[in-house]
């Protein structure tokens, strides 16, 4: 990486550093602290949209694609900063990654998502999934158990069907509590999110 990209990538950190702090400080103070009104969930949630413009505005910069806009050399904007798509790309990437790192953990606890938990499961044991369980399969295998609509891999962009084999390290999202499920036919580690039964 060039001392060019190496500076932009200081200062878009130090920026997100600094409307991190601003926009979360209320959120991490303690209740009843003189810098903390009560929270509400409305107060978090448009905070969390003046991050996003941020974001969305810094990559703007980044790249000279406005919010929405395509891709420059494709039609888009001019790229700014004197550097190629996919440079800018690249770095882009990394400053996401950065913050992702720095911030991501603070964003989801403020936004009310759990985090996945890690479940080893034996084989031949079924599991049946409520509406909205988000599951990844690790290691193993496993047979979706479903109707004909199936459970969706977010990851593939498709519907997995009855008795269809998962495939590994991809999201699964369950969009019914209907029965739909998985026989795990060795044992596996699944990361899992959301509401479950082993039924078998």
Wanted: without cysteine.
């Amino acid at each position: 990486m060039n001392k060019k990209m190496l500076g932009i990538i200081t200062v878009v950190a130090v920026l997100l550093v600094s409307a991190a702090a601003y926009l979360y400080m209320p959120i991490m103070a303690q209740p009843g602290d003189a810098n903390d009104p009560l929270v509400t969930r409305r107060y978090v949630d448009d905070r969390i949209s003046q991050l996003e413009d941020e974001i969305a505005v810094l990559r703007h910069l980044l790249t000279g694609i406005p919010p929405g806009g395509t891709l420059p050399g494709t039609g888009g904007a001019t790229p700014g900063a004197g550097l190629g798509a996919a440079d800018m790309d690249a770095l882009f990437a990394e400053v996401m990654l950065y913050f992702e790192l720095m911030y991501g953990e603070m964003l989801r606890a403020a936004a009310g998502v759990t985090p996945f938990d890690a479940l080893h499961v034996p084989a031949g044991t079924t599991m049946v999934f409520e509406r909205g369980a988000e599951f990844i399969l690790r290691t193993g295998q496993g047979r979706v158990v479903a109707g004909p609509n199936g459970i969706v891999d977010a990851t593939a962009g498709r519907d997995v069907g009855n008795g269809e084999e998962l495939s590994r390290n991809h999201l699964m999202m369950v969009p019914a509590t209907d029965g739909r499920g998985v026989t795990f036919t060795t044992d596996v580690w699944i990361m899992i999110r959301g509401g479950y039964q082993i039924v078998g």
